[in-house]
C-alpha cells in the first residue's frame, strides 16, 4: 500500500472537491412497460462504451431482468432461471430466461424456459420455485396472469428428463391449480411467488405463496397430495399485522450450531440423522420496502405453525436482512452436489429509468452466497461461494500496517474496478470509544449522518473503492465503533455512495447496519467484491452483508483507484490486507 502522507484524509476530500451532499432517496423502475425493442437495446454485449457492465456478476447482454426464479442443480449442471424482457430495458413482456452452468460463476444461456402460452398465464408469467418430486422430477410452480388479470398458480416439468440442460418445459393440462376464489378468501392481486415445496412426514405436499389481507402480510399454506391438486389451509404458515404483500417468501430448515452445512427443504423435525437441531428460516421480500427481511424460528409440522423466535418483520427498520443494501427478490437452494444452501438475489439500478433505456439493460445478480446459520442462533451468515475465488489472478498482500489518523493509503497493483479485497483490523483499544446516542437505532440514517468524512474516534476506517485520483469520485465501505449505554462496543458498517459519482440524478443513498461483532476481543474483516458498478460487501466474516450500485464518471475504464483509509482519530491497525485482480467470467 503506497501512503498518501502529502495530506489528511479531511484535506483530500475538501480540497480536491468541496464538501459533500447525501442524498437519502431511492429510485426504483417499475413504472413504465417498454413494448418495442429501443436501438440500444439491440446492441451486441460489447462492453465498448459501457463502463458499468459488469465482468464477474451475472446479467445477459441486454434488456431488464428482475427476479431469480427456480435455481437448482439437476444431473450436475446448475440451472438459473430469471425475469426477463426480451423487448427492453424496463419492467413488462415477461419470460422465464434460463441459463446454466457449472461452476455457478460461468453461464450458458439457454433458450426461454416458460413464457406466456396458455390462459392460466397469458398476461405474465412471473416468479416461482423449483420442487423434486419422490421420482426426482424437477417441478415448477410458477405464478402466471390469467385473462382476468388474476394472479394463479401455475405447473410445468421438463418435456425430456434425460436432458440436463433442461431445455424444454411442459404446462400441466390442468393449470391454473391454485387459483382465487370467493370461498378461499384470496386477493387476486396480490397472490404470487410460490416456494420450494416440502414434504412431510404424512408424505402430504406444502408449499407456501405470498400474499396480504388489508395490511397484513402472510404466506398462504397450501397442501396437495399428488403435487397437482391444491387445497388451501385453513391458516397460513405466518402473518404479520402491518407487513403490506409478501413478495418472493422463501421456507427452509437450517442446522443449529454453527455447521454449515445446508439441508433439503423437506428435513423436518427437531433432528437431523438424530444428532443436529434444526430452525427454519421465513424470508419474505417486503413489496413496501424493496427489502429482504426473514425470520429464524421452529415449524411445528403437525400443525403447519412457523413462530418466529422474534417477528422482526413487525419492525421494518430493525428486523433481520439478507442484505441492507440494494437487494431484492431473492432465492435459495439446496445443492446437494456440494450439501450447501445457496442465496441468489437481484440488484436493481440506481440510476434513472431514461439511462437505462439508453444504456440497453437493468439489474444484475449478486455473486451466488452460501447461506447458513451462525452459531449463536439469532441471525445467518453469508459468504461468495468458493467458485468465485477460481477468478482471482495478479494479487497482491500486504503485512500489518498501522492506519494513523486522517491517513489514506492507495492499494496498487490490482484492476482496482475488477476486484477482490479483503481486508482485516486488529483489536481495537474501546476506551476513547465515542459515545452512541441513545436515539441513533437506525443505522442507515446513522451512516448518513456520520458518512466517511465525518471523523470519530474509532472510525470511519475501511475501503475506498471505485476511487478517482483525486477523491472526486469514490464509494466508501468502512466501520465505526462506538460505545453503548451498557459500555458494551457497538459496530456500525456503511456503506457510503453520497460521492460515488458526480451524475447527481442517480440514486446515491447511504446504506448501514449494526454488526454483532465484540473488535476488543477479535479482528474486525471485511471483505468487498467491486465490478464495475457492483459492490458486495461482507462485514465480520459474512455476519453483515451490504451491496451497492454505483455509476462514476472518473473512475472507469483503467482510471478506477483503491484506497485503504482511516478518517478516526485514534490509529488502528490493518492487520491483513490482500487484493486480486478477478478475470472476467462468461455472463452473456
Known amino acids: 500500500m503506497a501512503s498518501l502522507n502529502l495530506f489528511s484524509f479531511f484535506a483530500l476530500l475538501f480540497l480536491c472537491h468541496g464538501a459533500l451532499h447525501l442524498q437519502a432517496s431511492h429510485h426504483h423502475v417499475y413504472s413504465r412497460l417498454q413494448d418495442g425493442v429501443s436501438a440500444v437495446g439491440s446492441s451486441s454485449s460489447s462492453s465498448k462504451g459501457q463502463p458499468y457492465r459488469t465482468g464477474y456478476h451475472f446479467q445477459p447482454p441486454k434488456n431488464w431482468i428482475n427476479d431469480l426464479s427456480g435455481p437448482m442443480i439437476y444431473k450436475g449442471i446448475y440451472h438459473l432461471?430469471?425475469?426477463?424482457?426480451?423487448?427492453?430495458?424496463?419492467?413488462?413482456?415477461?419470460?422465464?430466461?434460463?441459463?446454466?452452468?457449472?461452476?455457478?460463476?460461468?453461464?450458458?444461456?439457454?433458450?426461454?424456459?416458460?413464457?406466456p402460452s396458455h390462459p392460466s398465464d397469458i398476461n405474465g408469467t412471473w416468479s416461482g420455485s423449483t420442487t423434486f418430486l419422490q421420482d426426482g422430477t424437477p417441478a415448477i410452480l410458477y405464478t402466471g396472469i390469467n385473462p382476468k388479470n388474476q394472479q394463479v398458480q401455475n405447473l410445468a416439468v421438463p418435456k425430456n428428463r434425460s436432458d440436463p440442460y433442461l431445455k424444454d418445459w411442459v404446462k400441466n393440462l390442468k393449470n391454473p391449480l391454485m387459483a382465487p376464489t370467493p370461498q378461499n378468501r384470496i386477493n387476486a392481486s396480490s397472490f404470487r411467488d410460490p416456494t420450494t415445496a416440502w414434504m412431510g412426514r404424512d408424505k402430504i405436499w406444502r408449499v407456501i405463496i405470498g400474499s396480504k389481507v388489508d395490511r397484513k402480510g402472510m404466506a398462504v399454506l397450501y397442501t396437495s397430495k399428488d403435487f397437482v391438486n391444491w387445497v388451501r389451509a385453513d391458516h397460513p404458515l405466518h402473518s404479520t399485522d402491518g407487513t403490506g404483500m409478501w413478495e418472493c417468501p422463501d421456507f427452509f430448515p437450517v442446522l443449529v450450531g454453527g455447521y454449515k452445512n445446508g439441508l433439503d427443504t423437506s428435513k423436518l423435525g427437531p433432528k437431523v440423522k438424530h444428532v443436529l437441531k434444526v430452525k427454519h428460516v421465513l424470508k419474505v421480500s417486503l413489496d413496501d420496502t424493496k427489502h429482504d427481511h426473514y425470520t429464524i424460528g421452529k415449524y411445528d409440522p403437525?400443525?403447519?405453525?412457523?413462530?418466529?423466535?422474534?417477528?422482526?418483520?413487525?419492525?421494518?427498520?430493525?428486523?433481520?436482512?439478507?442484505?441492507?443494501?440494494?437487494?431484492?427478490?431473492?432465492?435459495?437452494?439446496?445443492?446437494?452436489?456440494?450439501?450447501?444452501?445457496?442465496?441468489?438475489?437481484?440488484?436493481?439500478?440506481?440510476?434513472?429509468?431514461?439511462?437505462?433505456?439508453?444504456?440497453?439493460?437493468?439489474?444484475?445478480?449478486?455473486?451466488?452466497?452460501?447461506?447458513?446459520?451462525?452459531?449463536?442462533?439469532?441471525?445467518?451468515?453469508?459468504?461468495?461461494?468458493?467458485?468465485?475465488?477460481?477468478?482471482?489472478?495478479?494479487?497482491?498482500?500486504?503485512?500489518?500496517?498501522?492506519?494513523?489518523?486522517?491517513?489514506?493509503?492507495?492499494?496498487?497493483?490490482?484492476?482496482?474496478?475488477?476486484?477482490?479485497?479483503?481486508?482485516?483490523?486488529?483489536?481495537?483499544?474501546?476506551?476513547?470509544?465515542?459515545?452512541?446516542?441513545?436515539?441513533?437505532?437506525?443505522?442507515?440514517?446513522?451512516?448518513?449522518?456520520?458518512?466517511?468524512?465525518?471523523?470519530?474516534?474509532?472510525?470511519?476506517?475501511?475501503?475506498?473503492?471505485?476511487?478517482?485520483?483525486?477523491?472526486?469520485?469514490?464509494?466508501?465501505?468502512?466501520?465505526?465503533?462506538?460505545?453503548?449505554?451498557?459500555?458494551?462496543?457497538?459496530?456500525?458498517?456503511?456503506?457510503?455512495?453520497?460521492?460515488?459519482?458526480?451524475?447527481?440524478?442517480?440514486?446515491?443513498?447511504?446504506?448501514?447496519?449494526?454488526?454483532?461483532?465484540?473488535?476488543?476481543?477479535?479482528?474486525?474483516?471485511?471483505?468487498?467484491?467491486?465490478?464495475?458498478?457492483?459492490?458486495?460487501?461482507?462485514?465480520?466474516?459474512?455476519?453483515s452483508v451490504i451491496t451497492a450500485r454505483v455509476y462514476p464518471l472518473l473512475a472507469i475504464d483503467g482510471a478506477a483507484h483503491l484506497y485503504a483509509f482511516n478518517n478516526g482519530t485514534q490509529s488502528v491497525k490493518a492487520s491483513r490486507l490482500s487484493a486480486w485482480s478477478m478475470k472476467k467470467a462468461r455472463i452473456g
Open 81 to 115: 432461471f430469471y425475469q426477463y424482457n426480451p423487448k427492453g430495458a424496463v419492467w413488462g413482456n415477461i419470460v422465464w430466461a434460463h441459463s446454466t452452468s457449472t461452476d455457478l460463476i460461468n453461464w450458458t444461456p439457454q433458450g426461454y424456459g416458460i413464457y
Open 302 to 543: 403437525f400443525v403447519d405453525v412457523y413462530t418466529p423466535d422474534h417477528d422482526g418483520l413487525a419492525d421494518q427498520d430493525l428486523g433481520m436482512r439478507y442484505d441492507y443494501g440494494k437487494y431484492y427478490a431473492s432465492k435459495t437452494f439446496f445443492d446437494w452436489g456440494k450439501n450447501r444452501r445457496i442465496l441468489l438475489g437481484w440488484v436493481n439500478e440506481s440510476s434513472t429509468e431514461d439511462d437505462d433505456v439508453a444504456k440497453g439493460w437493468a439489474g444484475v445478480h449478486t455473486i451466488p452466497r452460501k447461506i447458513w446459520l451462525d452459531k449463536s442462533g439469532k441471525q445467518l451468515v453469508q459468504w461468495p461461494i468458493e467458485e468465485v475465488e477460481k477468478l482471482r489472478e495478479k494479487g497482491v498482500k500486504k503485512p500489518c500496517q498501522e492506519l494513523k489518523p486522517g491517513s489514506v493509503h492507495e492499494v496498487t497493483g490490482v484492476t482496482a474496478e475488477q476486484a477482490d479485497v479483503e481486508i482485516s483490523f486488529g483489536k481495537l483499544d474501546l476506551s476513547k470509544a465515542e459515545k452512541l446516542d441513545p436515539s441513533w437505532t437506525d443505522p442507515q440514517a446513522l451512516c448518513t449522518r456520520k458518512g466517511a468524512s465525518v471523523r470519530g474516534a474509532l472510525g470511519p476506517f475501511g475501503l475506498l473503492v471505485l476511487g478517482s485520483k483525486c477523491m472526486q469520485e469514490y464509494t466508501a465501505v468502512f466501520f465505526r465503533v462506538f460505545q453503548g449505554h451498557d459500555g458494551k462496543p457497538v459496530v456500525l458498517m456503511c456503506s457510503d455512495q453520497s460521492k460515488s459519482s458526480r451524475n447527481d440524478e442517480n440514486d446515491k443513498a447511504s446504506y448501514g447496519t449494526f454488526v454483532d461483532v465484540n473488535p476488543a476481543l477479535e479482528n474486525l474483516s471485511l471483505r468487498t467484491l467491486i465490478d464495475h458498478s457492483i459492490v458486495e460487501s461482507f462485514g465480520a466474516h459474512g455476519k
